[in-house]
């Protein structure tokens, strides 16, 4: 089993060679912390069993700027720099299917205060949480997929068929993975022939709602058609009603974390991340500072 998290580096720089923005983030400091914290809890849950896909960019800022020790380093999303960089997904499907053992991934905005059942890591598919309330359905899917049609002229009759057929819902692909494998290189192989299909399309479109139709409902129209079930991190309600599982404020006294949404915007959340690094990892923190001081990340 391998632990895995990646970055394709485009949609931060916009092929400057620079970070740009700051990922949904409150500003890049606070990128930069998340996604370091999120990396070192792995790697301490996990210590050389993680592998980190990305790009040469990512390579240079994570690994040789950063410090970060992953057990593996796969430096190939560069092969994604031609595609429009708010298709941000891509860059997560291609690690999904560039992995040859069974694997999790997690988001840079996702925390692991203690390693993860036994039952999640045995499961043959596993995802952070359900999206099937209908409140994701009439906010998320129903209207995004109704765009996504109608933006997408020519579509593999399989996933035009999904899109207009299955159930309007979701699993979060803010963790992700499994044994089953062959199901991500199947995700990864409907989803490159929507991109060559529709290229000059998706480039001169801002794709940012497309992403969880490529990478989650898509995800889980195939797992509905294999008939495997997905074993979830947290339950959707818990997710959707208790804020200890989207605030570091409650970290470590609960199962995860993901910061997500609003939370990147919220200096409440974000002054704990800054606080839990310094604390548990305080050479790391201030690697990040010098840095930043000195105009180098």
Known sequence: MKFVQ???SKPMTQGTGRLVNSGFW???RLFVYGSVLSALLLERHYKGNTVFVTDRFGKELFVDKLNLNFGEIIVELDELNDLNDTFWAMGKIYAYARMRESFIHFDQDFFLPHPLPAHLVEAPLVAYTSEFSSVKQENIYIPNLANFLNTFQALDPRVRSFCETSPK?????GVLGGYNIDIFKELWDLCWEVVKDNFDIINRSD???YNVIVEQFLFTCLARERNIDVACVEKEEHVMKVARYTSMKFF???????????GKRSLVSCVYIEEILRVEFPEHYHQINRLLARNQL
Request: charged content about 10%; hydrophobic content about 40%; glycine content about 0%.
């Open 26 to 28: 409150y500003n890049k």
């Open 252 to 262: 470590p006294l609960t199962s995860s974390v993901h910061v997500i949404a609003e």
């Open 6 to 8: 990646s970055f394709w």
């Open 207 to 209: 794709c940012h709602y």
């Open 169 to 173: 819902v979701a699993y979060n692909a």
